[in-house]
């Protein structure tokens, strides 16, 4: 288990910017893929970006894509999320993880493919 630790998040207006981080603590961070999910209250969690372990190929969800970046720093085993233009329905808890996996395929966000969660960061909107 690689222990994942997210921070950044907050409060926002509409058409605001947050950038979030996962600092992960341990070995063979590099090794695999790593990624965001995000819960909305009453909502199942789901995938909002993956990046592959050498950072060479990055995947989002349709509702994210063009206004979210995703990055990491091998060195720094540290993951992070750039959101912008964020709107209301962006508003939730904002998990890192890490895949069992150093890639991301067609599949990525099926959850039983990742582990190593963190403790969630909370990304709230207003309108």
Do not use: H
């Not at 605001?16 to 819960?39: E, H, I, K, M, T």
């Not at 050498?54 to 970046?69: C, I, L, M, N, W």
């Not at 904002?94 to 069992?100: G, I, M, P, V, W």
């Amino acid at each position: 288990q690689v222990p994942m630790v997210e921070s950044g998040g907050g409060l926002v207006q509409a058409g605001g910017s947050l950038r979030l981080s996962c600092s992960a603590s341990g070995l063979a961070f590099d090794r695999y893929a790593v990624g965001w999910f995000r819960q909305a209250p009453g909502k199942e969690r789901e995938g909002v970006s993956c990046i592959n372990w050498r950072a060479a190929y990055t995947v989002y969800s349709d509702s994210v894509k063009g206004r979210f970046t995703i990055s990491r720093d091998n060195v720094k085993s540290a993951l992070y999320l750039q959101m912008n233009s964020l709107k209301p329905e962006d508003t939730a808890m904002y998990y890192c993880a890490r895949r069992r996996s150093e890639s991301c395929t067609d599949s990525w966000s099926f959850i039983p493919d990742w582990n190593s969660w963190g403790q969630g960061t909370q990304v709230t909107v207003s309108s």
